[in-house]
């Protein structure tokens, strides 16, 4: 959905590397196998990091392989396969669907809307078969979004946090849903700090076009423009790092399995260095 997500390719070893190739094409699949053949459009990075987090918590981190043929690179590969893919599968669907609303409402890109009116009617669909595979999912990420979206219609425009938790706790219920007691728990508070760094980053990465298209940026009331972000870069860079810093530990505490690694590596290492690139931005911004 955002694309920030990602593991630091040159720390992976080969076998971690093929590993998370290897959950991508499953997630394709189940992507198309339960929401249609289009589904796989709408496949993002994202949900690689959860199917491999909930992985750790509904099949013990594990999983087996099959061999298949893509159409798009007809070599013979192999694709992580099993009903665990199925659920990160329809949450990304699900996303989409909820993304493609949001930029419709969205009074900047007039391109962006025409795009999003075009296609929602299959994103929709879409969300639909998702949702009869899970019951509850929709309104489970209808909900925050529709309090987020009521935020930013507020006279009063929110802060960060407040705008950050709306999706924070999308995230957090979408991580622990169907996983009972510690276990659940644990799940959600990996989903609540990712979601809240990954909120807060886009919204820092969107500030300058934001402010340009007159779209919504929880940012904009607090700094009068990517310069000023820039000054405060360290109260930032504390903020953002206290979220990976938390769901860091619930995975140390929690999580095993061969995907544990990588999960790591996306979190130490992925995350702080999409998070050092938007301030590399705002720095350049800065400079004269």
């Not at 935020?151 to 169907?178: I, K, M, Q, S, W």
């Not at 609540?192 to 007159?214: M, P, V």
């Amino acid at each position: 959905m955002f694309g920030y997500i990602k593991p630091f390719v040159p720390e992976l070893k080969m076998r971690e590397h093929e590993e998370y190739k290897a959950v991508y094409c499953g997630l394709c699949a189940a992507m198309g196998r339960r929401c249609g053949r289009f589904a796989p459009l709408a496949l993002s990075y994202d949900m690689v990091f959860l199917a491999m987090v909930r992985a750790a918590f509904t099949v013990g981190g594990e999983g087996h392989h099959e061999a298949f043929r893509c159409a798009l690179k007809p070599k013979k590969r192999f694709r992580a396969a099993g009903d665990w893919l199925d659920y990160p599968a329809c949450v990304g669907a699900v996303l989409a669907y909820h993304k493609c609303r949001d930029d419709l409402r969205d009074p900047g890109n007039i391109a962006k809307k025409f795009a999003a009116r075009f296609v929602l009617p299959f994103l929709k669909r879409m969300a639909r078969q998702a949702e009869r595979h899970f019951p509850g999912l929709t309104a489970l990420i209808a909900g925050p979004l529709e309090e987020l979206h009521e935020l930013e219609r507020a006279p009063e425009p929110p802060t960060p946090d407040e705008a950050a938790e709306c999706f924070a706790l999308l995230l957090e219920g979408v991580a622990a849903y169907g996983i009972d007691s510690d276990a659940g728990q644990a799940a959600g508070r990996i989903g609540y700090n990712i979601g809240r760094w990954l909120y807060l980053i886009d919204a820092l990465d969107d500030l300058e076009r934001d402010r340009g298209n007159r779209s919504f940026n929880p940012f904009t009331a607090v700094y009068s423009d990517a310069r000023a972000a820039a000054a405060d870069i360290e109260t930032l860079r504390a903020a953002l790092t206290g979220s990976l810093r938390e769901a860091a530990e619930a995975v140390n505490a929690h999580c095993s399995g061969k995907y544990f690694p990588i999960i790591c590596n996306i979190i130490n290492l992925g995350l702080p260095d999409a998070q050092e690139r938007v301030f590399k931005k705002l720095t350049a911004t800065e400079m004269p």
